[in-house]
Structure formats: C-alpha cells, structure tokens
C-alpha cells in the first residue's frame, strides 16, 4: 500500500481529475479498437485503510477468497463490466432524493469508502497500432477512480455520468496488458452527483481502447425555414474531406460553409437524417446529419421555424437488475415506448444518458435535453450553506463538466437544450457554465430550473410542480415580478417550461388533462416533462421464489426515502402503468372529437411540421359495448396547425328503430392509426381516437329500477327466524346485512369510506397530507351500529350509525332495500335494488377517500365482463385513456401491480358487472351452490373495484410479494372516490377533486346470472 495519504489526495479534491485527455465528441471510427467489457477481478474494500498492496503492478495475481498462499490477494472474484457493484452482492444499494447519505463537509468523504479494485488482462495483437493515438477511454466511472496499465499511473477522473481519456501510448505494448482501476464511492465529486436516484457504485458503462487519427469535429448544419436551405459546415482540426452523396458533396472541404437548397430539416416528428462520412488519412467516420434550427421567438420555442410545445418526460437510466448499466435494447425499448405512447420529448435527468440513447432520439425523432452530470440537492438541507454552486473552489469542476457534456454530444441534431444541471441552488459558477457554453454552441438554448428568480443566463423561464393557477398566470405573462427589474424584464419575455411536473409516484398522475388544456390556451407555455419515466425498482425475490420490487430502506440504509423512488410512468420491467396510458391520450399530435347534437367530427391537427396523411381512419357503432356497424373515412390529408370537421358516416348518424331499443346505449369511436409502418410502430398502431354517444339514451336508473307497485314484501323466514327474505334475498335479521342472493352468498354491502393510501395522499410538501386527517378522523376503522331493522310489504329498511372510536362525527345511513317481481331483462332472476341515503352528522374534520359500499362474494367468482369505462382503471382526475365498452379480465387481472401497493384498480362510470367463475355449481364449500355468478348494476353508474384481498391487507403491505388472496371477492361500490393527483412532489389535490361529507343517495342493483 501507498506510504503517504497524499496518494489518494485526489479523492478529496476540487479538481476533476488529472492526466486526462481533452474532451471530444463520442463517434466510431474506421480504426482499430480493443473492447475491454467482460469479466474483470474484483475486490471491495471497506475503505483507504483496507487497500490490497500492490495491486495495480502487472505481476501481482488476485486469488480468490480460498486462497492460502498469499494473504494480501485473497478475497478477489469476479465481476462482469460494466455493472455495479452493490448489484453483484458487493455492499448494498442505498436510496436518498435529497439528503446526502454521508456529512455534510465538503469535500471531505467518510473514511468508511467503499472502494472497488479492478484488475482486466488483455492481448494486443501485434497490427495494433501503438503510436501517440492510443487512447484508454471509460464513459462512466461512478463517482470517482485512479488507473494503472501494465503498472503505470495513468490518471484519475471524476463526473460518473462522463466519459474519461487517457493516453496510453507510452504504456500499451504488444502482447499480455494488464488494466487496474481503483474505484471509490464517495469522493468531493459526490457532492455535486446528488441526484433523486439509488447510490450505486462501479465502472457502470463500457471500457475500450481507441486509435485516435481524427481527434474530434463538430457539425454545424442550420436550416432556415424560409428558404428551405441548409447550411453545412464541420470544424475540425485535422485536413479532412466530407461527402455527403444525397447532396451532392463528394471529397468536399468540410469546413464549406456549404449551402445547400432543398435540404429536408430534422424534427420529432420527420427525424431526417443524411449519411455523411468524414475522411483524413485513410480513417474513415461515419456521420448523420440533421439539419434544423432552434430559436426563442416572442415568447416561443421555435423549431424550424415553428413553435413547439413539449409532450416530455424525464428520464433517468434504469434497469431493475442492472442499475444504471444500460444495453441497447433496453435504451431501443425505452426511445419506441416513447414514441408508441405519443411523447416527442426527453429531459435526461439529471446526467448525460449513455451515447447510444442519443443516437436513437436522432433516429426514431425525440427532442433532447442534455442534462449536466450536476446536483447538489442536499445542501438546501443546510440552508444551501457552502453549496458548491457559489464556491469559486468548484469552478474548475463545474466547467469540466459542462464541456464534457457538450463536447461528447455536440453533434446530436435531437439535443435542442443544454440544461447545466438540476437543482444545485445559484451561483457564479452556473453562470460560468452557461457563459462557457454559449460561446462553444449558440445553436441551442441553455437550461437552468434553480434560478428561477433572475433566469439572467438561461432561454426558457423553467419551473417543476407549478400548480394549475400558477402556470395560467406564467402563461399571461403576470407571473409575481422579481426585485430587479431588468432581470423580470428578461424573464417575461422567455417562453415557460415545466422540466418536471406531473409526478407520476404510484397511482398517478392527477390532472394530466388540465395541463395540457393550459399548453393548448396559452402560447408562451412550451409544455413539459412529466416526472418521470421509470420506477427505480430493484428485482429481488423471496424465500418462497416470489419477486418484487425493492425501493428506499430495504437495504439497511441508515438515511433513505423510502418509495419516493418508484415514481414513473412505466413499472420496473417496463409494463406501462395507467398513467403512461392516460398521457398518450392527452398528449395525441392530432386530436378527434365526435359531436353527437351536430353529427359532426372535428380531426385537429397539432403536429408541429405533419400533415395526416399517415394515418388512416376507421370507425364503429357499439350498442352497449356490442358490435353493430363499422367502417373507414376518407379523410383527405390536414396540415400542420389546421383542423377539419366532417359529417358522421352515414351508418353512426342513424337513430336505432328496432324494438325496445331505447334500452340500449349506442357509442360511436372513430380512431387514426398508422397507414403503414413506421420505425417505431407497426402498422394499424393506433395515434388517436375519439368517442361519443351515437345518440341520448334513456337513463339507466328510469330503465331498470323498480316500480313500487312490482315490489316484492320482506319477511321473516319461520324456519329461520334469525333472517329475512326478500324476494331471492337473505338478510340478517340483526343487522339487516345482506348474506345470500339467489345462492350465492354474500357478505355486505356496507357502508365504507376508506381507501387504501396512495403515495398522493400519503406525501405533500404543503400543509398535512391527505392520509393524516382521515386517520385522524378515524376513517380507517369505522364502527356500525345496527338502530333498526324494519322488513314491510315494500321492502327492506335498515338503519345504522357509522363512527370511529373517541371522534363525534359520522354518517346516518339508511338501507333501502327492493325486490323486483318481474325483471326487465336478464333470465327471469329477480332484481334486488339498494338505495343508500347518507346524512352525516357532527363537526367533520375533512373530506373523505370514498363514498360508497363494501361487500364479498365466493372467490370461485373470479371473472369479470362489464359495460362502462375501460379496459383500465380510472378516476375522477385520471382516466383519459379509457373508453366506454363491453370488457372483460379476471380479479386479478383487474389489480394495477404499484411497487409499493395502493389503492387501484376502479373502473369508472360502470353501467353493470357480471362475475361468474368456470363451473362453479354445486360448490357448496365456497358458498356457491347452484348459480353461476352474480350482475351488479349501476343506477346509472357506479364505480367499481374488485380485489382478491380486502382494503385492510392492501394498506398494509408494503410489496406486491405481500399480498395473498384470502379465498373471497372484495367488491367496492362508490358513487363518488377522491381524486388521485400529484401532491407526492406537487400542488395539494384541488378541492374540485375531494368527496365532501355531504348528504347523499345512490341506487345499486343485484341479481344472480
């Protein structure tokens, strides 16, 4: 081991790092190289103290943990590279949003240092070219590393999200190399490498050798959107040539300019890219070339010359094996999701994503902001004292790492912002950044949320989680002035971005549509990203081989945020949750609506530069969810920003006349999908749709309830004179609840209020959260009080009080209950109908989680076809993806998987439910004896939610591994469920959004199928 502590002085330093290369862009290139990703040997120590001596000479050998011979080699194994350590058994990941998992003390790092010892052999080959362009190159080193080859320091580096050169000329030779990397976990760069993600610790992307003949370029390709010309140019330092064969160049000089007209400009939406190459001393580099223009124009982003608005989202790298360490599928997985789902944006939060996810936004058309490896979150903490941001000592590291991120990416035509980081408070040196590169790049904007206050160095007017009423007053420009005039002057005249809002944690987000409706109202607002892609889930699996998703404070950590991590719009193994569903929806390039009073469709068109010709359109009448007529439009191509309306197909527009028809509700859907294939989708990939009724039916409720004068008596059984029948119906004589229908048995409905917590109402940053005042309300374990039992000639009525112990409010809650004599539809069951009349009473504390009833059924009932909204979940502010149908799925396909459990799973505005199970007569043990399931009827609608488990076990797991079926249906009928939101990182739920304890009434119906 190293003799003097300042051998390691560079894990504490300001600086960024020594010996290095200057940076450059990332390309491939004709000339050899040598690909060092494989299995490494790999030994952790605890920290500084615990090194192997030695370890990075060429002769030493790492033996594994069972070797004798030499105790300084042991406990060596192997690793694969690029991973992450605590992902291989290696320590254990730690999760923190804001908080830094060590003190406070910059630069200063715990002596307990996790530090990971890499050692890679290697042949090169004899034609491999050793001269001065030999270069070792890392693109990402988490957090901090020193090098040896063949013995030779080399140098180290810090900025994780990074690449790092160093020249190896002098110490590669022919024949066996030895490679030895020295990593630390925390190191001063930590400080600036506070981002909202898991701790996680390794050579994380892939190691290779480079020849380097061309030492960089840098492509300028303008377009002017008047004129339809390009501009061509690339700097470099070497003399080279360019071609470009579809324009015309061959062997040209690259440093032109050369003016091009005709050229075809690069978008989202048509992400046209030419092939170029460039040549100097037979080394050959493949180039791509995207002509187009980025300017801020009267308070506008504009792109080509147009405005723009962003359907974004913000994207970390994630896999829930591999951490941070990406292959190519996933990131392709990642960037056709994307556009399948109608987003045509990424802000890579909060680091530079790995090159190839770039390449792919330039292939498949997704607009970029690149953000800077930089976050200093945890020094809000301590009231932003000594944050780096404002510390000359920094600036160095700071400016390294802006002009890695740019210099590496430069040449990208999807990055339309450089954003200098995330959350790291204000200072000189963000300002240093911004200035340093704008000088290098005046083609793209620059980004910056965290100064908000002055935005004196920035192009856009940035915020995250700015309440509805907020970004409608940033949207008129009257947003509350700042103290220097000059600087509110500057920023009113920036367009306004939210780079985060929406935060999609659990079930969510919320109010998704309201956004969009004020992107669409308010030109100045150029849209936003919606926080975030993916929940940061670690697959683990338990002692009974069931797999789950760990999240903050599974590991042990001393300091966590617990689920705070599972926040994103796909699930760990990238299924899309509800919430990606409902943003495709509102974020749709051409938008369809149906007019039932005027038979008329409107297709709008809100591409940026597309016309519709690619899509093709196909209609079709339902009645009530059943196929009736169905059809294409001709619909002749729509411009960019223009609309047209058209009269219904013929077939839709017509009133039903047969008989009794009134019944049955009629819904006309017209869809746009992809005519042929495009890159990211397959043809018939549907962009758009639209739905309305094809006409007024009657409501359900006049439809289906009963008649007083069709009602059946309720009376006590004189065999049993513990219950009341009603019709086919067996109630409690006690308590009046229902315990058979038919013959099927039940248990319930009763009254329930309570919902299993989201992470929306467990969270909020003002004021208390939702979830504290119902529990302190009681809501969460209410009590009945049985006051009367009444049977007569016209029904059933019972009445009860509900309360929860040591509070004196509550609900009076009367039951109502009827029986049809003779049914309007179905097989002749007779329909038993509940009205519920709820009076609250007392002085209550807070609005409620739902309104409406709980009640089990045999779990051989397990399958579920229902008329109203679907195929998913929904609620009041959630749910614009749904559509009103005929569907059909099991219990348990009906359960959304959230990482950390919540209440999910309600289909809205459901008209009537049929549960049945696979030949499940004569199951007396499950309480099914003869009937083969049991409809539900809305009086009009109801909301439902069926669950294998009751809302108590679902509160209180904490993993999906958690949850059992208990051998019974749980049904939850509301008439109204609280809103969903974003109030885990945003504004409080709207009280638009809430259930007031108010009096009410709703109509259910039961009979058996």
């Not at 040896?148 to 180290?156: E, F, K, R, S």
């Not at 009041?876 to 459990?901: C, E, I, K, L, N």
Request: hydrophobic letters at 35%; one cysteine or more; charged letters at 20%.
């Amino acid at each position: 081991m190293m003799d003097s502590e300042d051998a390691f002085g560079y894990v504490e330093s300001y600086r960024p790092g020594r010996g290095r290369r200057p940076a450059r862009a990332s390309f491939a290139s004709s000339l050899p190289s040598l690909e060092l990703d494989g299995t490494w040997r790999f030994r952790l120590a605890h920290g500084l103290s615990d090194l192997t001596p030695g370890f990075e000479a060429a002769e030493f050998e790492a033996a594994g943990p069972e070797a004798a011979d030499d105790a300084a080699a042991r406990g060596w194994t192997d690793l694969p590279v690029p991973s992450l350590w605590q992902l291989h058994g290696h320590g254990s990941p730690a999760y923190t949003n804001i908080v830094y998992p060590f003190p406070v003390d910059p630069p200063r790092v715990p002596d307990a240092n996790p530090t990971g010892e890499y050692r890679r052999a290697f042949e090169v080959p004899a034609d491999f070219p050793l001269g001065p362009g030999a270069t070792l190159r890392f693109e990402g080193v988490d957090s901090c590393f020193a090098v040896w080859l063949n013995g030779i320091a080399l140098g180290d580096g810090k900025g994780s999200r990074l690449p790092t050169e160093f020249d190896v000329s002098h110490a590669l030779r022919v024949g066996p190399n030895v490679l030895a990397v020295r990593v630390h976990q925390w190191s001063a760069g930590s400080y600036l490498e506070d981002q909202d993600m898991w701790w996680l610790s390794g050579i994380f992307r892939s190691v290779r050798i480079l020849t380097r003949g061309i030492e960089d370029f840098f492509v300028h390709a303008d377009y002017d959107a008047e004129t339809g010309t390009g501009t061509l140019r690339v700097d470099t330092p070497h003399a080279a040539t360019l071609s470009v064969p579809e324009l015309g160049l061959e062997h040209a000089d690259p440093a032109g300019p050369h003016v091009l007209a005709g050229v075809e400009p690069w978008s989202d939406e048509t992400p046209r890219l030419y092939q170029a190459e460039l040549v100097a001393d037979g080394e050959r580099v493949p180039l791509r070339i995207g002509f187009r223009s980025v300017a801020v124009e009267s308070g506008r982003i504009l792109a080509n010359g147009r405005p723009i608005t962003f359907r974004g989202v913000n994207r970390h790298e994630w896999h829930p094996r591999t951490g941070r360490t990406l292959d190519r599928a996933t990131m392709l997985e990642d960037v056709l999701m994307m556009k399948r789902h109608n987003v045509n944006a990424v802000r890579t939060s909060h680091y530079p994503p790995h090159s190839e996810f770039l390449e792919l936004c330039d292939t498949y058309g997704l607009w970029v902001i690149d953000e800077c490896d930089l976050e200093t979150h945890g020094f809000e903490r301590v009231g932003w004292r000594g944050n780096p941001s404002a510390d000359p000592a920094w600036r160095e590291a700071y400016l390294d790492r802006a002009q890695r991120t740019v210099e590496r990416d430069k040449n990208h035509p999807s990055i339309i912002m450089w954003s200098l980081g995330n959350e790291s408070g204000v200072g000189e040196n963000l300002a240093a950044m911004a200035e340093w590169i704008r000088t290098r790049d005046g083609s793209r904007l620059i980004h910056y949320e965290g100064d908000r206050e002055s935005c004196a160095y920035v192009d856009v007017f940035s915020e995250m989680y700015t309440g509805f009423e907020a970004v409608k007053l940033r949207g008129l420009a009257q947003e509350a002035p700042t103290a220097d005039s000059a600087h509110d002057a500057h920023r009113r005249a920036l367009p306004f971005m939210l780079c985060e809002y929406a935060h999609a944690m659990g079930n969510g987000p919320g109010g998704l549509r309201e956004y969009r409706d004020m992107f669409d109202a308010h030109p100045r607002l150029a849209g936003g990203f919606v926080w975030e892609w993916i929940d940061h889930g670690i697959e683990r699996t338990d002692a009974n081989g069931a797999t789950y998703y760990a999240y903050g404070g599974d590991f042990g950590e001393e300091v966590h945020d617990g689920n705070f991590v599972a926040d994103g719009l796909v699930f760990p193994d990238r299924t899309p949750s509800p919430g990606l569903l409902d943003y495709k929806r509102i974020s749709e390039p051409v938008r369809v609506s149906c007019d039932t009073e005027t038979r008329t469709l409107t297709i709008e068109n809100r591409h940026h530069s597309r016309d519709t010709g690619y899509l093709t359109w196909a209609w079709q009448v339902e009645g009530d969810g059943v196929l009736i007529a169905q059809g294409t439009l001709d619909v002749e191509p729509i411009a960019p920003g223009s609309s047209a309306t058209l009269p219904w197909p013929e077939q839709a527009a017509q009133q039903p006349d047969e008989p009794g028809d009134a019944v049955t509700e009629h819904w006309l859907t017209v869809s746009g999908a992809l005519a042929k294939p495009e890159p990211w989708a397959d043809a018939g990939h549907e962009v758009t749709w639209g739905q309305a009724p094809a006409h007024t039916p009657e409501p359900v409720a006049s439809r289906l309830s009963p008649a007083p004068a069709t009602s059946l008596p309720a009376h006590a059984a004189p065999a049993t004179p513990a219950a009341i029948h009603l019709g086919n119906a067996e109630f409690d004589a006690h308590h009046g609840v229902l315990r058979k229908i038919g013959a099927i048995g039940l248990d319930g409905p009763r009254l329930d209020l309570w919902r299993a917590t989201i992470d929306n109402d467990e969270r909020t940053i003002y004021g208390t959260p939702l979830a504290t005042t119902w529990r302190a309300a009681g809501l969460h374990r209410l009590h009945h009080k049985t006051l009367s039992v009444e049977p007569s000639a016209s029904g059933l009525v019972v009445r009860e009080r509900v309360t929860a112990a040591g509070v004196d409010h509550g609900i009076d809650a009367t039951y109502r209950w009827a029986a049809a004599a003779a049914p309007t539809a179905g097989d002749g069951d007779e329909t038993l109908w509940l009205t519920l009349e709820l009076q609250p009473y007392g002085t209550w504390p807070c609005s409620l989680p739902r309104r409406g009833v709980a009640l089990s059924l045999p779990g051989a009932l397990d399958q579920v076809e229902w008329f109203g909204e679907g195929p998913g979940e929904a609620y009041r502010d959630t749910g614009a993806a749904v559509r009103v149908g005929r569907f059909r799925a099991s219990v348990a396909g009906m359960q959304t998987p959230y990482v950390r459990p919540q209440e999910n799973g309600n289909r809205r505005a459901v008209r009537w439910a049929r549960f049945t199970g696979a030949d499940v007569g004569g199951r007396g043990g499950n309480g099914v004896t003869g009937a083969s399931g049991l409809e539900i009827l809305g009086a009009p609608h109801t909301n439902l939610t069926a669950r294998p488990w009751r809302t108590q076990a679902l509160d209180a797991a904490q993993h999906r591994h958690e949850l059992h079926p208990d051998g019974l249906i749980h049904l939850y009928l509301d008439d109204e469920h609280c809103g969903i939101g974003s109030a885990a990182c945003g504004d409080p739920l709207p009280a638009s959004e809430h259930v007031q304890p108010t009096p009410a009434t709703f109509t259910l119906g039961f009979r058996t199928v």
